[in-house]
Each structure stands twice: as C-alpha cells, then as structure tokens.
C-alpha cells in the first residue's frame, strides 16, 4: 500500500485504521486485533506446549521428562498459558498496547487470551485474577497499567473476581534489557502484597503482557505464595 493510501486510511479512519499494524498490508475487515489475514494466521497459540511453562514445543509433549525450560528456570508457578510468541506480529500488538498508546487493542487481546486460558486450563478452580503491578512512576508516564487492563478483562470474560493485589515498591530497569544475573537482582524486593490483599488458600491466575524469562512472574508469584496463595498459575499474551 502506498505511504499516501495509508496515510489517508489513517485521516479517515483513526480508531480503526484498515491497515495492519504489523506488516502495513490491508487489515481485516472488522477484525479488532487490526491485523491482515497473514498476520492473524502468524499469532496462532502453538499447536503443542508445554503444560506446565507453557513454551511452544515441536511435538506434543513427554510429560515424564520436564522440558528443558522448567528444568532451567525452575518455575514456581503452578502452570503458565499464552496466546503465542513475542517474535512476529504478536509482539507488534503488544508493543503497540504498551508503548503506542492503543489501550484499545486490550480487549481483543484478553479476548484470545481468555480463548487460551478456557481450553487449557480450568477456568473454575481459579479463585482470582491478579495483574503483574507496573510502578506508580511508569503508569502515570503510560497512563495505564497495560497487565491491569488485559488482567481485568480477561476476569470479565471468564466471569472470575479480579483483584489488584500487588504493587511494585521498587522501580526496576526492564528486565529485557538485562543479563541474566542482573535480572535476578534487579526483582529482588520489587513487589509486595498489599496489607487489603486476600489470597488465602486461593488459586490466583497472574496475568501479565509479556513473559521473558519469566522472572518478574515467578517473585509475583512468591510474594502470592507468601501471602497464603494455595496455588499461582500465570496466563501472558506473549512469550
Ligand atoms: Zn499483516
Ligand atoms: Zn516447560
């Protein structure tokens, strides 16, 4: 499409623009995640995964033998669930929620996300939703907690009680942007429960944009553990 059609889809059409956001090909009509058909094919959640982590696997999985990256990171949540991979159009929609502004794409992305979690998991063992806290600092800089908005979301749609029950008490560098011994110092101590907060006995469902290596999800997930949490699972848009 040429710089000038697009440009006057955009003048004509600012809320939904008919280009796709990730290749600026034709979007699909109607379609709320503002991507082509290509694209939309591209974000499809991985046919195999693993049950417990949730990383995209080749084949379906062994589940005698740990995949290699529960056994490397060992995770401390009880299962985690995403709609797909960070590389590809997925990531575009995600950066474009957290840094573009478009707090509008949170609703078509929970609603996959929600796709995800009702056919993996059991939505009627999970007790509560809980976003991933994003410091006070960064959100009025954004204007929004983006894990917030999908968190919130998501609860609606599965008809579960969601609950904000973290904060962030320490401002941290983004953990993509780090080594991996410098990630671990740099969660340490970032978050905590609030003193309302009421996870006792209660199967929390941790909700974030982006899982990485999962280390921001995995001391959420001990600070829910902390405070009495029976069991944390954790559902991402990507990874
Ligand atoms: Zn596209
Ligand atoms: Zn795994």
């Known amino acids: 499409m040429s710089a000038v059609l697009r440009l006057l889809s955009r003048i004509l059409n600012p809320v939904y623009p008919t280009v796709c956001l990730s290749c600026g090909g034709l979007a699909t009509a109607h379609?709320?995640?503002?991507?082509?058909?290509?694209?939309l094919d591209a974000i499809a959640s991985p046919e195999h995964a693993c049950p417990r982590c949730g990383a995209g696997m080749r084949r379906?999985?062994?589940?005698?033998?740990?995949?290699?990256?529960?056994?490397?990171s060992h995770i401390n949540f009880h299962r985690a669930v995403s709609v797909g991979d960070y590389d590809g159009p997925l990531g575009t929609l995600v950066r474009a929620l957290k840094f573009g502004r478009r707090a509008h794409?949170?609703?078509?992305l929970a609603?996959?996300?929600?796709?995800v979690v009702a056919a993996r998991m059991e939505p009627a063992e999970?007790?509560?939703v809980v976003p991933v806290p994003l410091h006070w600092m960064r959100r009025f800089g954004r204007g929004y907690n983006q894990s917030a908005l999908l968190a919130r979301k998501l609860a609606r749609a599965l008809d579960l009680p969601y609950a904000s029950c973290l904060r962030r008490i320490r401002r941290t560098t983004q953990q993509m942007r780090l080594s991996a011994p410098q990630r671990r110092t740099n969660l340490l101590n970032a978050f905590a429960l609030k003193k309302s907060a009421d996870v006792?006995?209660?199967?929390?469902?941790?909700?974030?944009?982006?899982?990485?290596?999962?280390?921001t999800l995995m001391e959420c997930a001990r600070m829910l553990r902390r405070g009495g949490a029976s069991r944390v699972s954790v559902a991402v848009i990507a990874r």
């Open 126 to 128: 999970i007790d509560l």
């Open 31 to 39: 379609h709320p995640l503002l991507l082509c058909r290509d694209c």
């Open 60 to 72: 379906p999985p062994d589940l005698a033998v740990a995949c290699p990256r529960c056994y490397e």
């Open 105 to 108: 794409l949170s609703a078509p």
């Open 200 to 215: 006792k006995a209660r199967h929390v469902l941790l909700v974030d944009d982006v899982m990485t290596t999962g280390g």
């Open 111 to 115: 609603a996959e996300l929600a796709a």
